[in-house]
């Protein structure tokens, strides 16, 4: 049930670009993405919905594959401040409510 | 605009013992989560509640779990007694809107508990 993130963790250097994947065995809804500082609340990136509408932040770009049940985070040109762990979260139907659950998350850290 | 605000920031008691954790939501967001993260694990879900009533609260991990947001204000998360397993980061969310998980959820900056 729970979404699949790959990789697990990633190092960069400045300015490098990285992709982040989501997996689901479940249909989807929508797939959210967010990003945690160590210590610090989940922050929200991005929701892509079915249908292709996406609502969020403008320097980050995604993908979602609902036939596929996936969906990809890129990460262009990373900044120091990009360092953090990345959750995807995936929106389904489960027990009649709609529910987010979430990705065990994969670690970016970029260095100078 | 304030964000979601949880306490207390950290928490450590002893096996047996019990904790209450509390979360404010963003003012006038009706939806509101509980999820826990154990580390390096997922953002597990917990429960949710739509003002005051809990919409679904399947995530719950046993009976020693409970949640109430009385007035569809505030929530509180009682674990009692608590156990070894229960050690982790509760996060607390809120979101507008209705049904569908369409809307940002804004998350509090969660409460560190462990259990010794």
């Known amino acids: 049930q729970q979404p699949v993130q790959s990789p697990q963790a990633v190092i960069l250097r400045e300015g490098e670009d990285a992709v982040i994947n989501c997996s689901s065995s479940?249909?989807?809804?929508?797939v959210h993405w967010y990003r945690q500082k160590h210590g610090e609340a989940p922050v929200f990136l991005m929701i892509l919905l079915k249908g292709g509408e996406q609502k969020g932040h403008e320097k980050i770009s995604a993908s979602f594959n609902e036939k596929k049940q996936q969906s990809s985070l890129y990460l262009t040109a990373s900044q120091l401040s990009y360092s953090g762990t990345y959750f995807c979260g995936t929106e389904c139907l489960m027990d009649s409510s709609y529910k987010l659950i979430f990705g065990s998350g994969t670690r970016l850290l970029v260095r100078p | 605009e304030a964000g979601v605000t949880q306490f207390p920031s950290h928490s450590v008691i002893e096996k047996g013992q019990t904790v209450t954790l509390r979360c404010d939501p963003i003012s006038g967001h009706d939806n509101l989560y509980w999820y826990r993260r154990v580390m390096g694990k997922e953002i597990k879900f917990l429960l949710h509640f739509v003002k005051e009533s809990k919409q679904d609260e399947s995530g719950m991990p046993n009976n020693r779990f409970l949640a109430e947001r009385t007035g569809g204000t505030y929530s509180t998360l009682k674990v009692q007694p608590a156990e070894l397993e229960d050690s982790g980061v509760y996060f607390c969310?809120?979101?507008?809107?209705?049904?569908?998980?369409?809307?940002?959820?804004?998350f509090g900056p969660g409460t560190r508990l462990t259990v010794l």
């Open positions: 969310a809120s979101s507008q809107g209705s049904g569908r998980i369409d809307n940002e959820q804004f």
């Open positions: 479940k249909a989807l809804y929508s």
